[in-house]
């Protein structure tokens, strides 16, 4: 499995996958207008990778500057950092076809240390309903330090838990003064 920086061509091959795994898992859960490219090619993401096997491409992740206040807050107060040295980590989907091979484990590794190397601390958020992907962060040693309600723009509540990188990602942690 390559993982590598997701170009302009491999947006419409991102679109299919997530729209797979929003009719599977109902992630995003909140999405206007069936809008899948506005929710994958988000501006001021810092960064965005795919997972590109033998059948194209597998899976996604993204890395932004920010999540909603309540994240960042609960996050912030957790770590003792300003908002702005920490990095979210986004849009991680892997296709069905493709789970139970690590994807989500590597794009969560590669977003998380690009995150490191700019200086910020990766944080995350997910809908208390996700538990594969839950099983994940915590399998890889992700911290929940946090439950947060974000009211979605159609007025529902999305309860959510905030995670932060284990200091085994971060190694020497970030200067937040």
């Known amino acids: 499995m390559l993982i590598r920086p997701r ?3 491999d947006v419409s091959s991102c679109e299919r996958l997530a729209r797979e795994v929003h009719s599977r898992d109902g992630y995003p ?14 501006p001021g993401a810092l960064r965005a990778w795919v997972a590109e096997g033998p059948d194209g491409v597998a899976g996604h992740v993204a890395l932004h500057p920010r999540s909603s206040a309540a994240v960042m807050a609960s996050a912030s107060e957790r770590l003792g950092a300003p908002p702005e040295r920490l990095a979210v980590v986004a849009r991680l989907l892997v296709g069905p076809g493709a789970r139970g091979q690590g994807i989500g484990r590597l794009l969560l590794e590669t977003a998380s240390y690009d ?3 700019r200086g910020l601390w990766p944080v995350l958020d997910v809908a208390k309903d996700l538990r594969s992907a839950i099983a994940l ?3 890889c040693g992700w911290v929940r330090v946090g439950e947060v309600t974000v009211r979605l723009p159609d007025g529902r509540d ?5 995670y932060v990188a284990p200091p085994t990602v971060i190694g020497e ?3 937040v003064g």
């Open 7 to 9: 170009t302009d061509a």
């Open 173 to 175: 942690a970030p200067s």
């Open 115 to 117: 995150a490191v190397a």
């Open 158 to 162: 999305l309860e959510e838990f905030v």
């Open 137 to 139: 962060y915590e399998s």
């Open 29 to 42: 859960a909140y999405l206007p207008g069936d809008d899948l490219v506005a929710f994958l090619v988000t």
